[in-house]
């Protein structure tokens, strides 16, 4: 039997949080929480894939230091621009 759909989010918020660097995990945790019900199918198993990714590689392409997979490019944009817009302080 595979994995109910409210599972499959619950799983991936939980990785979301509970990444192996601090960074990470105020990066995607917030993002999971706000998008991960709304995504597409499609941006869902991007979404999986990217949670396989190593940290660092995660920090270094969303700080712009190198550049991601093709796969993971555009996905990787919302997350940076969501990740930008929260941690921007407002005046």
């Not at 660097?21 to 993002?31: A, I, N, Q």
Request: hydrophobic share 45%; no cysteine; glycine share 6%.
């Amino acid at each position: 039997m595979g994995e109910t759909a409210e599972a499959r989010l619950k799983r991936m918020a939980m990785r979301s949080w509970r990444r192996g660097t601090k960074e990470m995990d105020l990066v995607l945790g917030p993002f999971a929480d706000a998008h991960l019900a709304g995504l597409s199918e499609a941006d869902l198993q991007t979404y999986d894939v990217l949670l396989e990714e190593n940290d660092q590689d995660l920090m270094a392409w969303i700080l712009g230091q190198s550049a991601p997979p093709a796969a993971l490019t555009g996905l990787l944009a919302r997350i940076t621009v969501f990740a930008e817009n929260r941690l921007t302080p407002r005046n």
